[in-house]
């Protein structure tokens, strides 16, 4: 199977404009996000895919490749689901531009439901590790899913889920990692649906799968990322980058 990661970039994000070409100790956001994924050694072809003049000269510059979009999209699947449309891949992960700390070991467990028998029947997978702080929980930066007992997801939030109404129950909280891998004829099966209600009340864009009954498969994994989603990330990402602490 010929594999891409994909790397949706958009200048304007609401809660930190410009975040990803900030600088996180010598570097962009965006740039060690595209170095962490050619790093793995496991995609084919690794692009950012961008509606900003900015940041597509912040990665060839540096070396990389970068695909300019062709006109506005409002989600990271629909940008890539442009940019894939011609390429010759059976596999596309969107690696979020936001996350600089992205590794090899999670990215080798997300392919891997694509294998064998029963990786025939994936169509989309992601993601997920557990949180047992109460104040990540509760966080809404935070998205939580909960997932059936063969580890599809039955629903994302950013409220807790699910809500811990009896306090003697072995409750597990799961925070979504926004990494995705979709076959590429599901992907841009995807793209061509209508935001869904729910997908618009939480901001959230894989609710638009499960609102359309497509299966979304979850993979735990130990690893805990540095999103980049607030000025305050970027400090503590900047934190684990001096203490050189291994996420």
């Not at 999670?106 to 990786?119: I, Y």
């Not at 809500?163 to 004829?185: C, L």
């Not at 649906?193 to 894989?206: D, G, Q, R, T, W």
């Not at 299966?215 to 994994?221: G, Q, R, S």
Request: hydrophobic share 40%; with cysteine.
């Amino acid at each position: 199977m010929k594999k891409a990661a994909l790397i949706p970039a958009r200048y304007k994000a609401t809660r930190f404009p410009g975040k990803l070409m900030a600088d996180l100790e010598g570097k962009t956001v965006i740039l060690r996000t595209y170095e962490a994924a050619v790093a793995t050694q496991l995609f084919d072809i690794v692009a950012v895919v961008t509606d900003s003049q900015l940041i597509f000269d912040e990665i060839v510059t540096n070396g990389g490749k970068a695909i300019m979009s062709k006109k506005e999209h409002e989600c990271g699947s629909d940008r890539i689901a442009e940019a894939v449309l011609d390429m010759d891949v059976d596999i596309v992960v969107n690696v979020q531009g936001d996350e600089p700390f992205t590794e090899r070991e999670p990215l080798e467990k997300l392919l891997a439901a694509f294998n064998g028998e029963d990786g025939k029947k994936t169509q989309v997978a992601s993601l997920m590790h557990e949180i047992t702080d109460w104040d990540s929980i509760q966080n809404s930066n935070n998205v939580k899913v909960a997932v059936d007992l063969n580890s599809y997801a039955l629903l994302f939030s950013r409220s807790p889920i699910p809500y811990p109404r009896n306090k003697e129950a072995k409750t597990r909280f799961y925070k979504h990692i926004g990494i995705y891998a979709f076959r590429k004829d599901a992907l841009l099966r995807i793209t061509k649906l209508p935001v869904s209600p729910l997908e618009n009340a939480e901001s959230i864009e894989c609710l638009r799968y499960l609102e359309n009954g497509i299966p979304m498969k979850m993979i735990v994994t130990d690893f805990a990322t540095v999103g980049i989603d607030t000025p305050e990330d970027l400090t503590k990402a900047k934190e684990v980058i001096n203490k050189s602490i291994k996420l």
